[in-house]
């Protein structure tokens, strides 16, 4: 069974710094296409980076120069180092997973990914 656990939100102010993690469980992140997504209450989830399975990385543009994707292999982990937050990054951040390589058409869409993880909050305050 294949399971995604997200740590390491929490709060901060603007100009802070958060790492979060997603731990896989029952797969191997070696060969997934991961991301990561967020959300805030009453918003669509919005994609926010991904290392696929060739080890390509994208960002999503607001996030671009501050935002850092990656996986250590051996620890089957998923990571996001997140620099120079500001008020809008506040969101749940989800990781999310796929075994197939998606590819830059598809990886920006919440619907390509078939296994979440229950998400962890990020709040920041000006």
């Known amino acids: 069974q294949v399971q995604l656990v997200e740590s390491g939100g929490g709060s901060v102010q603007a100009g802070g710094s958060l790492r979060l993690s997603c731990a896989g469980f029952?797969?191997?992140?070696?060969?997934?296409?991961m991301a990561w997504f967020r959300q805030d209450p009453g918003k669509e989830r919005e994609w926010v980076a991904v290392?696929?399975?060739?080890?390509?990385?994208s960002y999503a543009d607001s996030v671009k120069g501050r935002f850092t994707v990656s996986k250590d292999n051996a620890k089957n982990t998923l990571y996001l180092e997140m620099n120079s937050l500001k008020p809008d990054d506040t969101a749940m951040y989800y990781c999310?997973?796929?075994?197939?390589?998606?590819?830059?058409?598809?990886?920006?869409?919440?619907?390509?990914?078939?296994?979440w993880g229950q998400g962890t909050q990020v709040t920041v305050s000006s």
């Open positions: 999310a997973a796929d075994p197939r390589r998606l590819g830059g058409g598809r990886w920006f869409r919440p619907t390509e990914y078939k296994y």
């Open positions: 029952g797969y191997t992140v070696y060969w997934y296409c």
């Open positions: 290392i696929d399975n060739d080890g390509s990385t």
